[in-house]
């Protein structure tokens, strides 16, 4: 049973739009959110993170934003950049940050120039 | 630079022969994790250390099993690879369990 669902497996964003990713978990237990990146051949590297007290949380280009009635969250990426061609995984944890991660499948998103 | 190693990149094995991936750190972090990530799926979570206390998580087949013998080193060992072990075999760390993890670049595994 898939706890948290990336259910795009892929995004294609014009250079200088927004690309919102989406993600839906399913454990209500789940408090603390996570974007990882992942270009080929290498490993995720952390990206953003929101904890369920609030309800966005920003960093540069990058915002996520969290509806926990809804148990969804969302990352724009704006303006996007062919440097943020990527995998971009979801991930969450329940118990504060001090807790196992649990991911979804990723989406690939595509900035063209 | 602090870092996350995984070695090798690259394993072909075969059908049945044990192998073993490696992993190190240089971040002194407390905990170690090993993932599973086939194609188009979720990294899977196959165990992690906490220091030295091991933690199984309940679905991890029999066959994968971890040594660390010190902060810095934890190894993955599949005593008999099937084709269905085929996946990226990623290492992460943190300091505590849970958020702040730190990746390697993963190992890709080949059963043949």
């Known amino acids: 049973d898939q706890q948290v669902k990336q259910n795009s497996p892929s995004l294609s964003v014009q250079e200088g739009r927004i690309s919102i990713l989406n993600c839906d978990y399913t454990?209500?237990?789940?408090?603390?959110f996570l974007w990882y990146k992942k270009y080929p051949a290498e490993g995720p590297t952390f990206l953003i993170s929101?904890?369920?007290?609030?309800d966005k949380n920003e960093d540069g280009r990058f915002t996520v934003f969290l509806n926990k009635s809804a148990k969804h969250l969302s990352l724009h990426i704006v303006p996007s950049q062919p440097g943020d061609s990527a995998v971009y995984f979801c991930?969450?944890?329940?118990?504060?940050?001090?807790?196992?991660?649990?991911f979804g499948k990723g989406i690939t998103l595509s900035v063209r120039p | 630079d602090a870092m996350v190693i995984q070695n090798p990149r690259y394993q072909v094995t075969q059908f049945g022969k044990p192998v073993t991936l490696s992993c190190s750190q240089t971040?002194?972090?407390?905990?170690m994790y090993w993932y599973q990530q086939k194609s188009s799926q979720a990294p899977k979570l196959l165990f992690h250390?906490?220091?030295?206390?091991?933690?199984n998580e309940a679905d991890t087949p029999d066959n994968f099993q971890s040594r660390r013998p010190n902060t810095s080193f934890c190894f993955l060992d599949i005593r008999s690879p099937g084709l269905g072990d085929a996946a990226m075999y990623l290492c992460?760390?943190?300091?505590?369990?849970?958020?702040?993890?730190?990746f390697g670049s993963g190992t890709r595994l080949t059963v043949v």
């Open positions: 929101i904890s369920s007290i609030k």
């Open positions: 991930a969450a944890s329940a118990a504060g940050a001090n807790s196992k991660l649990t």
């Open positions: 971040l002194n972090h407390n905990v």
């Open positions: 250390y906490y220091d030295k206390d091991f933690n």
């Open positions: 992460a760390t943190s300091r505590d369990v849970g958020g702040g993890y730190t």
């Open positions: 454990n209500s237990m789940f408090d603390y």
